[in-house]
């Protein structure tokens, strides 16, 4: 079946832009991930949806960073007024639910190029 | 929350066996241990799981020690494809945690 998608694959942006990533989980997972990995690095853990529930914005690195899902599906995370340090490949993931055992699926993520 | 400690990297001969440590000295009685790994250019993929007991499934086999403080995921025949970062992950307790991600362990496999 259909895996997690997102797109775009690669986004090249000026520093200052804003933009737009977009994640579409597998229909009926009710848990979404965004995550962030730099260059070499590992896996940093940005924002958690779980179905009506209040996200987890905990590891947003700034107020320039929002998330939203609508409908408990799609999701879009948006940096406004981008920086040179935001330039990382963005992960996105989704689950089932959000249990102790679930295990989370990830897409092929974004890689952000900011100039 | 619980870490993990893997050694950077790791080297094995194609069609050998493969064990990668990872050290959780600060588990918890409740925190399952999952294994991803991420080949080159790819989101990580989900390989095993467990909490006390050993587990086996198509991609590997977990070991746990005893005291649970430590587990080894095994590679039975490396392959080529097998090339990748392996993470160790603690799952949090409270419901709803997301993985916390460590620096795991490349592993090459060489023909």
């Known amino acids: 079946g259909a895996g997690v998608s997102q797109s775009p694959s690669n986004k090249v942006t000026e520093k200052g832009k804003d933009v737009e990533l977009r994640c579409d989980p597998i229909?009926?997972?009710?848990?979404l991930y965004w995550y962030r990995q730099s260059l070499g690095q590992g896996l940093e853990f940005l924002i958690y949806f779980q179905g009506n529930s209040a996200p987890d914005k905990s590891g947003l690195p700034s107020d320039r960073f929002s998330a939203e899902r609508t409908g408990g599906s799609v999701s879009t995370l948006t940096i406004q007024r981008t920086q040179q340090e935001d330039s990382a490949v963005y992960l996105c993931?989704?689950?089932?639910?959000?249990?102790?055992?679930?295990?989370?699926?990830f897409g092929p993520g974004t890689r952000l190029t900011v100039l | 929350d619980a870490k993990t400690t893997q050694p950077n990297s790791m080297e094995s001969n194609e069609e050998e066996p493969v064990h990668l440590p990872c050290n959780h000295s600060?588990?918890?009685?409740?925190?399952?241990i999952h294994w991803y790994r991420q080949l080159p250019s790819q989101g990580p993929e989900y390989v095993i799981h467990?909490?006390?007991s050993n587990v086996n499934n198509r991609m590997a086999s977990l070991a746990i020690a005893e005291d649970r403080k430590s587990s080894t995921l095994i590679l039975h025949r490396a392959t080529l494809r097998d090339a990748a970062v392996y993470y160790c992950?603690?799952?949090?307790?409270?419901?709803?945690?997301?993985?916390?991600f460590g620096p795991g362990t490349r592993l090459s496999v060489l023909p």
């Open positions: 467990g909490l006390t």
């Open positions: 600060t588990i918890s009685g409740t925190d399952y």
């Open positions: 992950i603690l799952r949090d307790r409270h419901y709803g945690q997301n993985f916390v």
């Open positions: 229909s009926g997972h009710t848990a």
């Open positions: 993931a989704s689950s089932l639910d959000s249990g102790r055992t679930d295990t989370q699926y």
